[in-house]
């Protein structure tokens, strides 16, 4: 058994490994279409031995983890969606310096 390098979580308990942005697309939708708090999900990648994980929230939120110590959060809000795709486009490749880069400068 390998273990994904990837893994996408909902609030509402879906999972998926070795995310795709398809598979993060998908998930956008289904938040769009609720109109309840628990519409939320995050992306982990692990990285060496540590975990770097971004979360997206129906209100546009992102709260993005990239170390152990959850005191280095970086937390911004978005105007659309499809910032928050490009976002996780960037995060999917690795390009953590430029996320953080992002959601620091928001």
């Known amino acids: 058994m390998s273990i994904p390098e990837t893994y996408l979580q909902t609030a509402w308990g879906d999972s998926i490994d070795d995310v795709t942005m398809e598979d993060i697309e998908e998930i956008i939708s289904e938040i769009i279409e609720m109109d309840h708090e628990e519409g939320f999900f995050w992306v982990g990648i692990f ?7 971004l979360e997206a929230h129906n209100d546009l939120t992102v709260l993005g983890t ?9 937390k911004a809000k978005f105007e659309t969606w499809d910032e928050i795709k490009n976002l996780y486009a960037l995060f999917l490749a690795k390009d953590f ?3 953080q880069t992002i959601l620091r400068d928001r």
């Open 47 to 53: 990285n060496g031995d540590s975990e770097i994980i």
């Open 66 to 74: 990239f170390e152990e110590d959850d005191e280095q959060q970086v």
């Open 97 to 99: 310096d430029q996320v």
